[in-house]
T-cell receptor
Framework: EPEVTQTPSHQVTQMGQEVILRCVPI?????FYWYRQILGQKVEFLVS????????KSEIFDDQFSVERPDGSNFTLKIRSTKLEDSAMYFC?????????????FGNGTRLTVT | AQSVTQPDIHITVSEGASLELRCNYS??????LFWYVQSPGQGLQLLLK??????LVQGIKGFEAEFKRSQSSFNLRKPSVHWSDAAEYFC??????????????FGKGTKLSVIP
């Protein structure tokens, strides 16, 4: 069964550095998402992306964050200048259709540790 | 705003015992409800979903959930737990039809431990 794949599985970075988290959504999916989960807290929506543009974003997704689909397969989340509070598990997800009964398929996540 | 509450942070059951994980939601309309499971080192896997119709929905791995509108609940059940069910379980609500929002709102999760 096709999967959403995320790399790396664990990323350690120093505060102030830029990080790029990578995702390969399922190939025939059209809608892409990033969620994050700070340790011990809820899984939170960050951003949704369709047709090469952001369709929705949360308050968390400030100017430090950006998303891009640089080619036909990758979907990336960039954090420009990481802060300690950006430490979290970041999940990429994709959906085939933007129908309400079309389920999200999640990747295994990238654990980001900011020191 | 929609919200999801999972009152139990951690539950421990014996293998073979029955299981019920609680989920309560707050939502202004007919909700779309989901249960996801996260095994250690894995992503979020969809167990089951409810959109409409029969309030008892069947999912993968022998799980079922019942939607009770009067109680704003969508509890997850399994009659006999296996050791491989040890994982974290997340209830989620969304998206919001007609509001142009396709995000899911998750609960904090319930960690399930299984005693052999």
């Amino acid at each position: 069964e096709p999967e959403v794949t995320q790399t790396p599985s664990h990323q350690v970075t120093q505060m102030g550095q830029e990080v790029i988290l990578r995702c390969v959504p399922i190939s025939n999916h059209l809608y892409f998402y990033w969620y994050r989960q700070i340790l011990g807290q809820k899984v939170e929506f960050l951003v949704s992306f369709y047709n090469n543009e952001i369709s929705e974003k949360s308050e968390i997704f400030d100017d430090q964050f950006s998303v891009e689909r640089p080619d036909g397969s990758n979907f990336t989340l960039k954090i420009r200048s990481t802060k300690l509070e950006d430490s979290a598990m970041y999940f990429c997800a994709s959906r085939k259709q933007e129908l309400y009964n079309s389920p999200l398929h999640f990747g295994n996540g990238t654990r980001l540790t900011v020191t | 705003a929609q919200s999801v509450t999972q009152p139990d942070i951690h539950i421990t059951v014996s293998e073979g015992a029955s299981l019920e994980l609680r989920c309560n939601y707050s939502y202004g309309a007919t909700p779309y409800l989901f249960w996801y499971v996260q095994s250690p080192g894995q992503g979020l896997q969809l167990l089951l979903k409810y959109f409409s119709g029969d309030t008892l929905v069947q999912g993968i791995k022998g799980f079922e959930a019942e939607f009770k509108r009067s109680q704003s609940s969508f509890n997850l059940r399994k009659p006999s737990v296996h050791w491989s069910d040890a994982a974290e379980y997340f209830c989620a609500v969304g998206p919001i039809p007609g509001a142009g929002s396709y995000q899911l709102t998750f609960g904090k999760g319930t960690k399930l431990s299984v005693i052999p």
